[in-house]
Structure formats: C-alpha cells, structure tokens
C-alpha cells in the first residue's frame, strides 16, 4: 500500500540567499591556492565540495554555527584547519571570510570588521 507523505514542505523548504562579500571571496581563492600548492587537485575539489555542502547546511539552518567570541559573527567548521565566519541577516546570510585556524587570532576580529562593512 502506498503511503501519502507531504513531501512538499520539505521539498519547497525555503533557502536563504548568500551573498560573498569580496573578502569572503579573496580568503576562499588563497585557501584553494595554498591547498593546491600543498596538495593536488583532488584534495582542493573535496574542499570546494565539503564548503558547499556547509553552506547548504547553513541556508536551511542559519543559526547552525555557534556565535564566534560572542558577537554577531558565526564560526562553521570546514574543515579540522579551515572555518567559514558568516552574518546571519532575516532575509539572506553574508559570508565574510575563510580563515585558516592555525593564523595570528590576533587579526582575525579586524579582518571581520572589515569584510562585514
């Protein structure tokens, strides 16, 4: 027998926009640079690959990442070495910046500042 399920609601579960500030975009690209420098092409595909599936997570379910040092900033773990800091807004999600988790902490509060201007 054949069941009826509203897969509609899933199905249509509504997304929200992202938007890549030009920070965001200049840390992925030297990431996927230093990565294929150590690496190989394979190993910057998985990246790009876990990444999008992260920020799909993160579309359907904003507040998934905990707060970063309790500001208004997320942190999402990519990779053991990698996070993406995003801005949750009511109507889309602002990715700000790939961080490399073994850099200066020291930077990365400026570097917030200025990619969520």
Do not use: C, G
Request: proline share 4%; aromatic share 12%.
């Amino acid at each position: 027998m054949h069941s009826t399920y509203n897969l509609q609601r899933v199905i249509r579960q509504e997304m929200k926009q992202v938007i890549w500030t030009p920070i965001a975009k200049e840390s992925l690209q030297h990431t996927v640079d230093f990565i294929q420098q150590l690496w190989n092409d394979q190993i910057v595909e998985e990246f790009l690959n876990q990444l999008d599936y992260r920020i799909t997570q993160i579309r359907r379910n904003p507040e998934l990442a905990p707060a970063f040092s309790q500001s208004e900033f997320r942190q999402l773990l990519i990779h053991k070495t990698v996070s993406l800091f995003y801005r949750n807004y009511p109507n889309y999600i602002k990715l700000l910046l790939i961080w490399d988790n073994r850099q200066n902490p020291a930077e990365l509060s400026q570097k917030l500042k200025d990619a969520n201007k």
